[in-house]
């Protein structure tokens, strides 16, 4: 759960840069959830994230936020997220619950309430009260669904294939994030800044 430093940053780019990164080929695409973008972009972004993690807010509001208005729209970048709440963090497996059912809203649903949750984290992740920042974005009959989802075994099952996932490709901190494209795998550990990463995509998709 880090968002590096700009010494770091520069660092990540020439990892990046590099087709010795844990490239590799015959890239399969993924059928997850895209909340932005579509499958048949020509670049994927998968995230491992975490609500109450300060370096995932910081990443998903100051990187990936500006990079799905910019590339989304257009199709040239599909982004996904996987929940991966830490033990370290009492209510992040809470608040991925209301993220997770959310999502049976829809994605606009979803963007909401997890932009909420970003935004509030500093609230929600010391008085425990998520439900009250994810009202604050939701309808009252949304939120009636919500609270109903949220209680549903469902929901801890889908948590706990992610967090399964996540120990399949050795992921140890938040946020981690892969790129996909040109049929290569890159694998960055920590935050980017945006203008560091869109560059690196601007020469990827020229």
């Not at 590339?71 to 619950?97: G, Q, W």
């Not at 500093?122 to 919500?146: C, F, Q």
Request: glycine share 4%.
């Amino acid at each position: 759960m880090r968002f590096l430093s700009k010494s770091w940053m520069f660092a990540a780019v020439l990892l990046l840069a590099s087709a010795a990164l844990r490239a590799q080929s015959g890239d399969v695409r993924s059928t997850d959830f895209c909340v932005a973008g579509q499958p048949s972009a020509p670049v994927r972004i998968e995230v491992f994230s975490d609500y109450q993690c300060p370096a995932c807010r910081a990443f998903y509001l100051e990187t990936i936020r500006p990079l799905m208005a910019d590339y989304c729209p257009d199709n040239k970048v599909c982004v996904i997220y996987h929940d991966f709440p830490l033990k370290m963090h009492s209510y992040a497996r809470e608040a991925t619950k209301y993220a997770l059912a959310a999502r049976r809203l829809g994605v606009e649903r979803w963007l909401k309430v997890s932009e909420a949750l970003y935004l509030e984290q500093p609230k929600w992740a010391e008085d425990g009260k998520v439900d009250a920042a994810v009202a604050g974005v939701l309808s009252p009959e949304e939120m009636t669904r919500i609270r109903q989802w949220v209680s549903q075994p469902g929901i801890d099952q889908t948590i706990n294939q992610e967090v399964t996932l996540a120990g399949q490709r050795q992921i140890m901190s938040t946020p981690t994030f892969f790129l996909f494209a040109n049929g290569r795998e890159q694998r960055v550990v920590g935050g980017i800044s945006y203008p560091i990463l869109k560059d690196y995509l601007d020469r990827l998709l020229k």
